[in-house]
């Protein structure tokens, strides 16, 4: 239903459009095309996060302008403006990924103040690699504005020998090559294929966990979390948005009307069941920080037990997210949810219709797939992702259990400071099947920025000992890590946490089942360490890294920089 003559929905874009003394500020939106009906339109900024310094980034820009004509269509006054993103796979394994996830409030700032400086009514946020769906749902969720998110799509698979390769195919060949089980030829050969395109790495990894999260928590519109990048649809899907929250608008349907705490319980099941990156925890957090929901670790571990793992999605299992697109998407998979009673159907979206009303419109998993599983014959009875309190993480960690038979794992702590002196270790074979490799000191104030440590876990799996070597760290795990990894063990190392504490050869217990982590020392032993253990100052102290570690709050409440302390 497009605007009336007399239909107003101008809100605070009236700072400008209207008055005498913003007549000068009118003159410079006329220089970018604004004309007198404009100025009677509801002023709808268009976050692109288009870039090319990634494949998840390099056609949005094309989306942004489809966004910009759908608010144009529908009555609205669009604007298209940029912000950054950084690339996950590309910043892996080097001081890059230091920078990783302090860009997730770079974005949202970004486009806090970009929408708040020019008064828009409403927005259409589109993101592409793993922090720009948290960053822009941040964002959305500060402002409280009519926003609609959409995702700029998964990549497709790529092709090598008859098989499907992605990204961390390219991360494992790492350590097979060391293991000599590839040669120059064949590692340039899948240097060369792993990725074919535009779209964001193809597996379960965390841009395709967040963006089924986003659908999930009502944010964004059906199907547009599993719709591949270069897909027709893609481009529909943004002139949709366009559409939608002009409607928003006109309803005034706020994010927080809709990113509620059932909304992110919705999010936690549609991740459990996807079994998703470990990401999504710190992610979720943050996003319900910003739209002022409590959203506690607890939550996760509420939902996980009630919840089956459910999705045969790489990195532990066979498909990519557009093995899933063909068979339903995730709209299938929330209906398969909905009809078992373990998503909330009454919970409002940014369609103005509820997840039940949109989810009676989506089709069933096409029968006979074997994407998802069913629920007699889930590949875990629960959620993967495990929430691990002890002696060691009293604020707690995360592990990722899919993919693994072994629920308990105790060995002998391999301690470093440091991701690279953990890889010098590996690469040299001085860690060993049994071993608990401990990797500290890049927590969020520690790193600073809280790395991924998808390169260690590749070179794991690449020399086989997948599963056999334990990994925990106050670090993080990329969507693509698997194996037996703890990661965003919390209180971190830099601010005294008990992970700081370890000395080589101290025997660790890692219990996914009593959900605990536990080193075998005792509380006097504890209180000695700590006695003498003394506090290192912070690696970087200005600019970027050094503003984000010192205002960083811990991983268990999200990693934010705003904590209201
Ligand atoms: C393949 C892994 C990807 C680049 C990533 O960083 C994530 O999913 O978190
Ligand atoms: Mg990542």
Same mark, same amino acid.
């Given at each position: 239903m497009d605007m009336s003559e007399k239909e107003d929905l101008r809100g605070r874009s009236k700072d400008i459009s209207e008055g005498v003394n913003r007549m000068p500020n009118r003159a410079m939106l006329r220089a970018v095309?604004?004309? /007198?009906?404009?100025? !009677?339109k509801p002023m709808v900024g268009v976050a692109s996060t288009w870039s090319e310094v990634t494949p998840c980034n390099i056609h949005i820009d094309q989306l942004a302008r489809e966004a910009k004509a759908g608010v144009k269509q529908h009555g609205g006054a669009p604007l298209i403006f940029n912000t950054i993103t950084v690339s996950d796979g590309i910043s892996?394994?080097?001081?890059?990924?230091?920078f990783s996830l302090p860009s997730r409030e770079t974005i949202a700032d970004s486009i806090e103040l970009v929408v708040n400086a020019e008064r828009f009514d409403g927005l259409v946020a589109i993101g592409g690699c793993d922090k720009n769906t948290p960053a822009c749902l941040m964002a959305i969720g500060r402002m409280n504005l009519p926003s609609v998110y959409v995702y700029g799509g998964t990549i497709q698979p790529g092709k090598l020998h008859g098989k499907d390769v992605d990204v961390v195919t390219a991360f494992e060949a790492v350590g097979k090559y060391q293991e000599g089980q590839l040669t120059d030829e064949e590692l340039h050969e899948v240097e060369c294929s792993v990725c074919p395109g535009?779209?964001?790495?193809?597996?379960?990894?965390t841009a395709n966990t967040m963006a089924s999260a986003a659908e999930a928590m009502g944010?964004?519109?059906? +199907?547009? %979390? %599993?719709?591949?990048?270069?897909?027709?649809n893609k481009a529909v899907e943004c002139t949709e948005a366009g559409k939608a929250v002009i409607e928003l608008l006109r309803k005034n349907i706020r994010p927080r009307d809709i990113m509620t705490l059932k909304a992110f319980e919705n999010a936690i099941t549609v991740v459990m069941a996807l079994g998703g990156s470990t990401n999504a925890l710190l992610h979720l957090l943050a996003i319900a920080h910003s739209a002022g929901v409590k959203l506690k670790l607890d939550d996760f571990e509420r939902v996980r037990s009630r919840v089956p793992h459910l999705a045969d999605l790489k990195?532990?299992? !066979?498909?990519v997210m557009q093995d899933l697109n063909d068979i339903g998407g995730v709209p299938g998979v929330m209906k398969l949810l909905l009809e078992k009673g373990l998503?909330? *159907?009454d919970c409002l979206t940014v369609t103005g219709k509820t997840l039940a009303e949109n989810l009676a419109d989506a089709e069933p998993l /096409?029968? *006979?797939?074997?994407v998802i599983r069913s629920f007699e014959q889930?590949?875990?009875?629960? +959620?993967?992702?495990v929430v691990l309190k002890g002696n060691l993480a009293p604020e707690g960690a995360v592990a990722k259990m899919s993919g693994?038979? !072994?629920?308990r794992f105790s060995g002998p702590a391999r301690v470093y400071d440091s991701e690279q002196k953990a890889a010098d270790a590996i690469a040299r074979d001085d860690i060993k099947k049994g071993d608990v490799l401990v990797i500290r000191?890049?927590?969020?104030k520690g790193g600073p920025g809280m790395p991924e440590m998808l390169s260690i876990t590749a070179m794991i799996s690449g020399k086989g000992l997948g599963g056999e070597v334990a990994l925990m760290t106050d670090g993080r795990f990329s969507g693509g890590s698997h194996g037996f990894v703890v990661g965003?063990?919390?209180?971190?190392a830099q601010v005294g946490g008990p992970i700081g504490l370890l000395q080589e050869g101290d025997i660790i217990t890692i219990d996914s089942e009593t959900q605990e982590m536990n080193v075998e020392i005792s509380a006097q032993e504890f209180e000695a360490r700590l006695a003498k253990w003394v506090q290192p100052p912070l690696k970087v102290r200005t600019g970027v890294l050094g503003k984000y570690a010192r205002l960083v709050s811990s991983a268990s409440q999200g990693a934010v920089t705003d904590l209201d302390l």
């Open positions: 095309g604004f004309q /007198d009906e404009d100025f !009677k892996m394994g080097h001081e890059g990924m230091l535009a779209g964001a790495c193809g597996g379960m990894y944010m964004a519109l059906p +199907g547009s %979390s %599993s719709t591949p990048a270069i897909a027709p990195p532990s299992g !066979k498909y998503l909330h *159907g /096409d029968s *006979g797939q074997d889930p590949l875990k009875p629960t +959620g993967p992702l693994l038979k !072994k629920l000191y890049v927590g969020p965003h063990v919390t209180p971190e």
